[in-house]
């Protein structure tokens, strides 16, 4: 069929205001169409649509369906909502109905977008379809610098919630168990109170809990030397792709993270700091630190840039 040339990105209504920025408003070009689920019916025949909710798909298909308007539907997958259901609330019956959706979302798409390629082999495996594209979480290339390394003040970060994949009891441990003296852990989250109380449990030293805008996240980064990712063995973990990993590379926060982070453990396996199953200590983080190992970790970021 003729396409037009714009697409219409349909934003999902509980899409946070720093994913709809970097990953929609920065992400397509300004010919694009920035829309609501209420603004199909502005929508013409024949159009691209983008979605990246199994909720909003369903809506745009039966939408198209009930106006005989035939139009082309982008599913973009962005992670296993059934999976990630599962770890919330432990439901089985809410974990196979939300499964049942991604596969009727997928088998009806007009393209299939995804990730990662471990989420893509996990698609063409489960549901039988070959996935169009794979593009992981992306940054604009204005937030991406350089780092020069001053000093070797061990400042450790971590950026973002506390879901229970997040693993960030993990990273207190870790960081708990280091034995530097001149050392510091700073909390990025909106999630005050909770990230409080799970720090005085573990009674970390020299440790601050910020909430703060995402502008400013980039400017905490700057002053840190490494940033925890560590995640269980999970399928929403392997298949994932943080946009927390490219956003550390960008301002040369080194990764310590678990082997199986998406595509990244892989990919950042001699940069990185891999953390093992079992390991409550990581050693020699003080020789690790290098304005060569800073260099490669930018070379790489920019490789994942808009």
């Not at 063409?124 to 204005?142: A, F, K, Q, W, Y």
């Not at 409550?280 to 983080?285: M, P, Q, T």
């Amino acid at each position: 069929m003729d396409l037009l040339t714009p697409i219409h990105v349909v934003v999902p209504r509980a899409i946070s205001e720093a994913i709809l920025k970097s990953q929609i408003v920065e992400r397509f070009s300004e010919s694009d169409i920035i829309c609501t689920t209420k603004d199909l019916d502005d929508i013409p025949a024949k159009s691209r649509v983008y979605v990246r909710s199994v909720f909003d798909f369903l809506t745009v298909y039966l939408h198209s369906r009930v106006r005989f308007k035939k139009l082309h539907i982008i599913f973009d997958f962005r992670g296993i909502i059934s999976e990630e259901s599962f770890l919330r609330h432990r439901s089985r019956i809410r974990k196979y109905f939300l499964f049942f959706m991604e596969r009727c979302s997928c088998r009806a798409a007009d393209e299939v977008w995804t990730v990662s390629n471990a989420l893509s082999n996990y698609i063409s495996c489960t549901h039988g379809i070959d996935v169009t594209r794979v593009e992981p979480c992306n940054l604009n290339r204005m937030y991406v610098h350089r780092k020069v390394l001053v000093n070797k003040k061990l400042t450790f970060i971590y950026a973002g919630s506390l879901s229970v994949w997040q693993g960030f009891e993990r990273a207190c441990e870790l960081y708990g168990n280091l034995n530097y003296k001149d050392r510091e852990f700073v909390v990025l989250t909106k999630e005050v109170d909770k990230a409080s109380e799970i720090v005085e449990r573990y009674r970390l030293p020299n440790t601050k809990v910020i909430t703060c805008s995402r502008d400013e996240v980039f400017s905490y980064l700057d002053h840190a030397n490494y940033g925890f990712i560590v995640r269980d063995d999970n399928l929403v973990n392997r298949t994932a792709s943080p946009l927390k990993v490219v956003e550390y590379a960008a301002r040369g926060v080194i990764p310590i993270m678990s082997p199986w982070v998406g595509d990244y453990s892989s990919e950042l396996s001699d940069v990185a700091c891999i953390v093992n199953p079992g390991q409550i200590e990581i050693n020699d983080l003080d020789l690790k630190l290098s304005q060569n190992r800073l260099d490669r970790l930018h070379s790489w970021v920019l490789g994942y840039v808009w």
